[in-house]
Protein backbone atom coordinates (compact mmCIF):
# COMPACT_ATOMS: atom_id res chain seq x y z
CA UNK A 1 0.00 0.00 0.00
CA UNK A 2 1.06 3.73 -0.52
CA UNK A 3 1.74 5.60 2.57
CA UNK A 4 1.26 8.82 0.61
CA UNK A 5 -2.54 7.76 0.72
CA UNK A 6 -2.93 7.23 4.58
CA UNK A 7 -4.84 10.54 6.25
CA UNK A 8 -4.74 12.07 9.71
CA UNK A 9 -7.72 11.56 11.59
CA UNK A 10 -8.97 14.38 13.98
CA UNK A 11 -8.58 14.29 17.84
CA UNK A 12 -11.58 12.84 18.99
CA UNK A 13 -13.09 11.49 15.73
CA UNK A 14 -14.52 8.02 16.31
CA UNK A 15 -13.36 5.13 14.65
CA UNK A 16 -16.69 4.92 13.31
CA UNK A 17 -16.81 7.89 11.94
CA UNK A 18 -13.16 7.69 10.30
CA UNK A 19 -13.48 4.12 8.88
CA UNK A 20 -17.01 5.86 6.99
CA UNK A 21 -15.85 9.01 6.05
CA UNK A 22 -14.37 8.17 2.40
CA UNK A 23 -17.14 6.81 1.05
CA UNK A 24 -21.02 8.04 1.45
CA UNK A 25 -20.09 11.04 3.15
CA UNK A 26 -17.44 11.71 0.70
CA UNK A 27 -19.58 11.38 -2.36
CA UNK A 28 -22.48 13.46 -0.88
CA UNK A 29 -19.84 16.24 -0.65
CA UNK A 30 -18.48 15.44 -4.13
CA UNK A 31 -21.93 15.64 -5.89
CA UNK A 32 -23.60 18.43 -3.90
CA UNK A 33 -20.34 20.89 -4.18
CA UNK A 34 -18.09 19.84 -7.20
CA UNK A 35 -20.10 18.25 -9.77
CA UNK A 36 -23.40 20.04 -9.28
CA UNK A 37 -22.29 22.84 -7.63
CA UNK A 38 -25.71 23.23 -5.44
CA UNK A 39 -25.86 27.30 -4.59
CA UNK A 40 -27.92 28.16 -0.99
CA UNK A 41 -31.88 28.42 -2.03
CA UNK A 42 -31.54 25.88 -5.01
CA UNK A 43 -33.91 22.52 -4.62
CA UNK A 44 -31.88 19.38 -5.28
CA UNK A 45 -34.20 16.11 -5.91
CA UNK A 46 -32.86 12.80 -4.84
CA UNK A 47 -33.29 9.37 -4.69
CA UNK A 48 -33.44 7.14 -1.86
CA UNK A 49 -33.18 10.12 0.70
CA UNK A 50 -32.84 7.30 3.81
CA UNK A 51 -29.36 6.04 2.86
CA UNK A 52 -25.90 7.02 4.04
CA UNK A 53 -25.32 9.00 1.18
CA UNK A 54 -28.87 10.63 1.26
CA UNK A 55 -28.69 11.58 4.97
CA UNK A 56 -25.32 13.17 4.14
CA UNK A 57 -27.01 15.12 1.52
CA UNK A 58 -29.61 16.87 3.88
CA UNK A 59 -27.10 17.77 6.14
CA UNK A 60 -25.47 19.76 3.62
CA UNK A 61 -28.88 20.83 2.45
CA UNK A 62 -28.59 22.14 6.11
CA UNK A 63 -25.71 23.72 6.26
CA UNK A 64 -24.91 25.35 2.87
CA UNK A 65 -28.47 26.31 3.18
CA UNK A 66 -29.41 24.58 -0.41
CA UNK A 67 -33.33 22.71 -0.24
CA UNK A 68 -33.33 18.99 -0.62
CA UNK A 69 -36.67 17.61 -2.18
CA UNK A 70 -35.89 13.87 -0.94
CA UNK A 71 -37.78 10.49 -2.78
CA UNK A 72 -38.04 7.34 -0.40
CA UNK A 73 -40.07 4.61 -1.01
CA UNK A 74 -41.64 3.77 2.36
CA UNK A 75 -44.35 6.02 4.13
CA UNK A 76 -42.60 5.09 7.53
CA UNK A 77 -39.50 6.61 6.05
CA UNK A 78 -41.00 10.46 5.90
CA UNK A 79 -41.03 11.53 9.24
CA UNK A 80 -37.57 10.41 9.77
CA UNK A 81 -36.18 12.52 6.87
CA UNK A 82 -38.31 15.47 7.94
CA UNK A 83 -36.77 14.76 11.38
CA UNK A 84 -33.24 15.27 10.22
CA UNK A 85 -33.82 18.44 8.14
CA UNK A 86 -34.88 17.45 4.92
CA UNK A 87 -36.96 20.35 3.25
CA UNK A 88 -39.71 18.09 1.62
CA UNK A 89 -40.09 14.36 1.03
CA UNK A 90 -42.02 12.56 -1.81
CA UNK A 91 -43.13 9.03 -1.23
CA UNK A 92 -42.89 6.70 -4.44
CA UNK A 93 -45.75 3.68 -2.30
CA UNK A 94 -48.78 6.34 -2.62
CA UNK A 95 -47.35 9.79 -4.32
CA UNK A 96 -46.38 10.81 -8.14
CA UNK A 97 -42.97 11.62 -8.02
CA UNK A 98 -43.57 13.97 -11.47
CA UNK A 99 -46.48 15.24 -9.79
CA UNK A 100 -44.91 15.71 -6.20
CA UNK A 101 -41.94 17.75 -7.65
CA UNK A 102 -44.28 20.36 -9.31
CA UNK A 103 -46.88 20.83 -6.72
CA UNK A 104 -43.83 21.31 -4.13
CA UNK A 105 -41.31 23.09 -5.93
CA UNK A 106 -43.24 24.30 -8.86
CA UNK A 107 -43.05 24.06 -12.63
CA UNK A 108 -39.66 23.91 -14.09
CA UNK A 109 -38.23 25.09 -10.69
CA UNK A 110 -35.64 22.19 -9.91
CA UNK A 111 -32.85 21.96 -12.37
CA UNK A 112 -30.34 19.33 -10.19
CA UNK A 113 -30.70 16.06 -9.28
CA UNK A 114 -28.99 12.89 -8.00
CA UNK A 115 -30.51 9.01 -8.33
CA UNK A 116 -28.45 5.71 -6.50
CA UNK A 117 -32.33 3.85 -7.82
CA UNK A 118 -32.19 3.63 -11.29
CA UNK A 119 -35.10 2.14 -13.49
CA UNK A 120 -38.41 4.24 -13.34
CA UNK A 121 -37.13 6.34 -10.64
CA UNK A 122 -34.69 7.32 -12.02
CA UNK A 123 -36.71 7.94 -15.56
CA UNK A 124 -39.04 10.07 -13.43
CA UNK A 125 -36.17 12.01 -11.71
CA UNK A 126 -34.85 13.24 -15.15
CA UNK A 127 -38.45 14.19 -16.92
CA UNK A 128 -39.59 16.03 -13.24
CA UNK A 129 -36.54 18.60 -13.76
CA UNK A 130 -36.53 21.79 -15.58
CA UNK A 131 -35.60 22.42 -19.04
CA UNK A 132 -31.31 21.99 -18.98
CA UNK A 133 -31.64 20.21 -15.80
CA UNK A 134 -28.71 17.74 -14.89
CA UNK A 135 -29.41 14.32 -13.23
CA UNK A 136 -26.48 12.29 -11.84
CA UNK A 137 -26.76 8.50 -11.51
CA UNK A 138 -24.25 6.75 -8.90
CA UNK A 139 -26.32 3.59 -7.81
CA UNK A 140 -28.72 1.15 -9.13
CA UNK A 141 -30.61 -0.07 -6.28
CA UNK A 142 -33.53 -1.28 -8.69
CA UNK A 143 -30.96 -3.66 -10.49
CA UNK A 144 -30.26 -5.05 -7.55
CA UNK A 145 -29.85 -8.83 -7.63
CA UNK A 146 -30.90 -8.55 -11.61
CA UNK A 147 -29.03 -10.87 -14.24
CA UNK A 148 -31.03 -9.85 -17.42
CA UNK A 149 -29.19 -7.13 -19.22
CA UNK A 150 -32.09 -5.44 -20.39
CA UNK A 151 -33.16 -5.29 -17.02
CA UNK A 152 -30.39 -2.87 -16.10
CA UNK A 153 -31.41 0.48 -17.64
CA UNK A 154 -33.05 3.89 -17.36
CA UNK A 155 -35.59 4.34 -20.13
CA UNK A 156 -35.23 7.75 -20.36
CA UNK A 157 -37.60 9.96 -22.08
CA UNK A 158 -36.00 11.25 -25.34
CA UNK A 159 -37.39 14.50 -25.58
CA UNK A 160 -36.44 15.77 -22.25
CA UNK A 161 -33.07 14.79 -23.81
CA UNK A 162 -33.28 16.96 -27.22
CA UNK A 163 -35.99 19.30 -26.49
CA UNK A 164 -35.26 20.46 -23.10
CA UNK A 165 -31.25 19.42 -24.05
CA UNK A 166 -31.22 17.88 -20.20
CA UNK A 167 -28.26 16.06 -19.33
CA UNK A 168 -28.18 12.51 -17.37
CA UNK A 169 -24.48 11.19 -16.78
CA UNK A 170 -22.91 8.75 -14.32
CA UNK A 171 -20.51 9.01 -10.97
CA UNK A 172 -18.50 6.39 -9.89
CA UNK A 173 -16.59 6.97 -6.50
CA UNK A 174 -13.74 4.67 -7.53
CA UNK A 175 -13.20 6.41 -10.97
CA UNK A 176 -13.22 9.87 -9.12
CA UNK A 177 -10.13 8.73 -7.08
CA UNK A 178 -8.15 7.44 -10.10
CA UNK A 179 -8.86 10.30 -12.02
CA UNK A 180 -9.74 13.65 -10.12
CA UNK A 181 -6.90 16.00 -10.18
CA UNK A 182 -4.79 15.37 -6.44
CA UNK A 183 -5.28 19.13 -5.69
CA UNK A 184 -8.76 18.99 -5.63
CA UNK A 185 -9.04 15.46 -4.67
CA UNK A 186 -6.95 16.74 -1.04
CA UNK A 187 -9.72 19.37 -1.11
CA UNK A 188 -12.34 17.81 -1.17
CA UNK A 189 -11.46 15.00 1.22
CA UNK A 190 -10.25 17.93 3.80
CA UNK A 191 -13.79 19.69 3.59
CA UNK A 192 -15.47 16.24 4.46
CA UNK A 193 -13.02 15.50 6.83
CA UNK A 194 -13.52 18.97 8.63
CA UNK A 195 -17.84 19.02 7.86
CA UNK A 196 -17.47 15.70 9.93
CA UNK A 197 -15.25 17.15 12.68
CA UNK A 198 -17.46 19.96 13.44
CA UNK A 199 -20.89 18.18 13.69
CA UNK A 200 -22.34 19.31 10.50
CA UNK A 201 -22.01 16.14 8.83
CA UNK A 202 -22.90 13.45 11.27
CA UNK A 203 -22.05 9.86 10.12
CA UNK A 204 -24.06 6.84 11.66
CA UNK A 205 -22.77 4.75 14.18
CA UNK A 206 -21.20 1.86 12.40
CA UNK A 207 -21.92 -1.87 13.66
CA UNK A 208 -18.22 -3.09 14.58
CA UNK A 209 -18.12 -6.86 13.56
CA UNK A 210 -14.80 -8.87 13.56
CA UNK A 211 -13.32 -9.85 10.32
CA UNK A 212 -13.69 -13.70 11.53
CA UNK A 213 -17.51 -13.22 11.05
CA UNK A 214 -16.82 -11.73 7.54
CA UNK A 215 -20.09 -13.68 5.75
CA UNK A 216 -22.11 -12.26 8.46
CA UNK A 217 -20.94 -8.80 8.01
CA UNK A 218 -21.46 -9.59 3.76
CA UNK A 219 -25.64 -10.37 4.97
CA UNK A 220 -25.65 -7.46 7.10
CA UNK A 221 -24.48 -5.20 4.31
CA UNK A 222 -27.16 -6.76 1.34
CA UNK A 223 -30.47 -6.83 4.03
CA UNK A 224 -32.35 -3.93 3.57
CA UNK A 225 -32.76 -1.34 6.62
CA UNK A 226 -30.08 -2.98 8.51
CA UNK A 227 -28.98 -0.24 10.53
CA UNK A 228 -25.69 1.12 10.57
CA UNK A 229 -22.79 -0.09 8.03
CA UNK A 230 -21.06 -3.16 8.95
CA UNK A 231 -17.47 -2.31 9.80
CA UNK A 232 -15.13 -4.91 9.95
CA UNK A 233 -12.37 -5.08 13.38
CA UNK A 234 -8.77 -6.17 12.45
CA UNK A 235 -7.36 -7.59 15.61
CA UNK A 236 -4.42 -9.47 16.79
Given at each position: ADAR????VPDGMSNSTA????SNPLTAVILTGDELDVRPGEWLLQTAAGSTVGQSVIQLGAHVGFKTLNVVRRRSAVE????????AVICTEDEDLRERVADIAGHDAVSKAIDCVSGQVGADVSRALAPHGELIVYGALSTHRQTDADKLTIPIFARSLIYETKTVRGFWLF????EAP???????I???VQLADSGALRVPEGQPIRVEKFSEAVYLAEAPAHGGKPLLIFEP
Open positions: RVLPAQILDILRLGGTRWFTKERMAATNRT
